[in-house]
């Protein structure tokens, strides 16, 4: 038999789509099942992305520039603008999705072997991610206690070595919802120039903060400007996830060189889909408030529902849609196929995420999940019902 790569054999399968086969099987019994698993939001694509890309005629279609569309580059330059982010469009790359611009990051700063410290639980996808490129994720634990705050300067300085070449992090966070403060992002600026370390900031869910919260950008802080790069992505912003649409964007030009290599590599970012993304770039912010005040709505949904379940933990998340819950149960990945082979309620049952393929250190996670309320809200709370029905009856035969 012809072996796969090692590479190959280190890749784990998505805790966020390994179960949808299972999914697939309830529903042809005709069980009906709520997906909690996965940031595929339901609230309507905005009408002028959609008319933009419905609208768009030519009669080749053909590549784009490989850095992308000059018209999109300069909207999304307008858009940081608005934000105070000062980003000139020769600092930004359109890449296909926000998956495709942390490869980039990853490849531009890192050799096979080389590290980058990330704190878990972390976006289960970085994991793939650094599979993929060879790059070696060192972990530091975080803490529901501590809302998945970050730990301390000197914890994180702890575990640098000559093979450390930045530090990942997502804000707000996927999967559990923290809003990084301003004195944690200007303690990592200062790891950051005091070991020459490049910066990497995820920050696809910044207009999802909560409670009156800010979101501060890794780019404003301009004294570690060389070494800050941030990854983004239209898919949560606009409920576009489709589009696969993202961006890198740093203010060191050597960077942007070298990730114009990997986007020429790649030949071009779909067309179509940027025409829709400049469309969504250049809407007024007005269009975010009612949607802020939707999802706020429901995650105050489903901390209720889990507050009904006994012995369950949980902290409130402060952004993103996402969050970590701690289950009474022993492993969350078997009780998790469970509800889609064994168990219904009244005809219904849930799809949830384990949350062990979010750590990387092993044993951590076993018995949490992550869920997504990108849901209604009378969805979520017969979600919370039907969970804490499933748990209890499952507590009996564990």
């Not at 959609?50 to 300069?74: D, H, R, W």
């Amino acid at each position: 038999m012809i072996k796969t790569s090692e590479r190959a054999t280190k890749m784990q399968a998505s805790p966020i789509r390994k179960l949808i086969t299972f999914a697939n099987k309830a529903r042809e019994k005709g069980i009906k099942v709520i997906p909690l698993n996965i940031g595929q939001p339901d609230i309507q694509t905005p009408a002028p992305i959609l008319e933009a890309m419905k609208n768009f005629e030519t009669k080749v279609l053909a590549y784009c520039p490989s850095q992308g569309e000059e018209g999109l580059i300069k909207a999304f330059s307008e858009y940081y603008n608005r934000l105070n982010i000062n980003l000139k469009p020769e600092e930004i790359i359109i890449t296909t999705s926000g998956s495709e611009a942390i490869y980039f990051a990853m490849l531009a700063i890192c050799d096979v072997g080389d590290e980058l410290i990330v704190f878990e639980p972390f976006y289960t996808n970085y994991g793939g991610i650094a599979t993929e490129t060879g790059v070696n994720l060192k972990a530091i634990r975080t803490y529901p206690e501590k809302g998945f705050h970050l730990p301390s300067k000197e914890t994180i300085e702890n575990i640098i070595t000559p093979k450390t070449k930045g530090i990942l992090i997502c804000n707000p966070n996927n999967p559990t919802g923290t809003v990084y403060t301003n004195e944690e992002l200007e303690m990592l600026v200062e790891i950051a120039n005091k070991h020459n370390l490049f910066l990497i900031s995820d920050e696809v869910y910044r207009e999802f903060v909560y409670d009156g919260q800010k979101h501060t950008s890794i780019m404003a802080f301009e004294s570690c400007a060389n070494n800050l790069i941030l990854v983004d992505s239209i898919s949560k912003r606009y409920s576009a996830c489709g589009a696969r649409i993202g961006l890198i964007a740093s203010h060191n030009a050597n960077i942007m060189e070298v990730v114009l290599k990997f986007a020429q590599a790649r030949l071009s970012s779909p067309t179509i889909e940027q025409v829709g993304a400049k469309a969504g770039a250049e809407m007024d912010v007005s269009y975010f408030e009612p949607i802020l005040k939707e999802y706020q709505l429901r995650r105050d949904a489903i901390m209720a529902g889990l507050k009904k379940i006994p012995n369950v933990i949980c902290e409130t998340p402060g952004g993103a849609f996402y969050c970590i819950v701690k289950l009474p149960i022993n492993n969350a990945e078997k009780f998790a196929k469970w509800l889609l082979t064994d168990f219904n309620y009244k005809g219904e049952t849930v799809l949830v995420a384990p949350a062990e393929g979010f750590y990387s250190t092993p044993g951590l996670g076993k018995n949490e999940i992550r869920l997504s309320y990108v849901l209604e809200v009378p969805k979520l709370e017969r979600a919370m019902e039907i969970l804490g029905v499933a748990i209890k009856e499952y507590q009996a035969i564990e």
